[in-house]
């Protein structure tokens, strides 16, 4: 295949979140479900695409009719998706996504196991690396040998050509057989990035720190050049060591928080190629304006159900910029 130069690669988990159509309820007492993509990688490559961007996505769906239905979804947005790969033996990921009435996040996985287990090494090629901006992984696909290897063979490709590579652990317990192995390869895997991303619910199960000023000291010492830590509706901290502070967020009216983090993520690594691409400093002290977008877009992501469907576009942003000062 061609040398497709994309701004964004990303490679993890594609599968169906089938949120609760009720909100303040727990997923027994749920009265139905609505069908969304979705999947922690596959929700940034789309994020990036919406935005304006290019981006392709790495991954592996069943050979059933979700996993059609989530490749239709990415080439709709044109998400390239050249290296999305049907497993024969198993079946596409499922979701099922609540909000708790205590207004705690509740999820379920089917996934025993899920196509996007069986991501191999030989599905990873070389050349698609070449002339991409930026590489972007998650902990999920290190939770079984061979989609482990499977990203460590993609990030090596990364490194090699060149790549920015950004790291999301987006913690998800219950799909690791304990919780000391999920803390410990979840850390493990921060010495790859060049950026890592946590949310204020993880970092301290992750890192075992207090405040977020800890969390980011924690992970820029096992390798990441810049951290943020995301906090929800109050907006993020970031820190590469030397320069560090707080960014506000935006009011919304919330209905379902499962794609805030990618949009979020999505935003960020939108910029940052484009930086890159212009060969213009990647971390400097106007990365806070740069946070301040990707602030936006979370919270605009936080007004619809679905993770993919409330993706936002980048004149969305820009239209709740103009209208919010701070």
């Not at 009720?22 to 069908?35: E, R």
């Not at 050509?161 to 999920?182: C, F, K, Q, V």
Request: proline share 4%; net charge negative; with cysteine.
């Amino acid at each position: 295949m061609s040398t497709k130069n994309l701004d964004v690669i990303c490679l993890g988990e594609l599968l169906i979140d089938f949120v609760s159509t009720a909100k303040d309820v727990s997923l027994i007492d749920s009265p139905g479900f609505l069908k969304a993509p979705g999947g922690a990688p596959a929700n940034v490559a789309a994020g990036v695409v919406r935005l304006g961007g290019t981006s392709g996505f790495i991954g592996k769906v069943g050979e059933d009719p979700f996993g059609y239905y989530l490749k239709g979804v990415l080439d709709e947005l044109t998400v390239d998706t050249s290296y999305l790969a049907h497993d024969k033996e198993a079946r596409t990921t499922l979701s099922f996504v609540g909000q708790r009435p205590d207004g705690e996040r509740e999820a379920m996985f089917y996934r025993h196991p899920g196509a996007d287990m069986r991501l191999e090494p030989a599905d990873i090629v070389e050349d698609y690396f070449h002339g991409a901006q930026i590489f972007h992984y998650g902990s999920i696909s290190l939770g079984s040998p061979t989609s482990k290897e499977a990203t460590l063979t993609a990030l090596s490709y990364a490194r090699k050509h060149g790549l920015l590579i950004s790291y999301d652990p987006n913690l998800r317990t219950d799909l690791w057989p304990d919780a000391e192995l999920a803390r410990n390869e979840i850390n493990a895997a921060f010495a790859y990035a060049d950026i890592a991303k946590i949310s204020e619910e993880e970092f301290k199960f992750i890192t075992g720190c207090d405040t977020v000023e800890q969390c980011g000291e924690y992970i820029l010492n096992l390798g990441p050049k810049f951290v943020i830590v995301t906090l929800g509706k109050d907006g993020c901290y970031y820190t590469d060591g030397k320069n560090s502070g707080y960014v506000g967020g935006f009011k919304a009216n919330v209905v379902e928080t499962t794609g805030a983090g990618d949009a979020f993520v999505a935003a960020v690594l939108h910029h940052l190629a484009e930086r890159k691409k212009a060969g213009e400093p990647i971390f400097d002290e106007s990365l806070a304006e740069v946070l301040r977008f990707a602030n936006a877009a979370g919270s605009i992501a936080t007004t619809k159900m679905g993770a993919i469907p409330s993706l936002p576009a980048k004149a969305d942003v820009n239209a709740l910029l103009a209208s919010t000062s701070q």
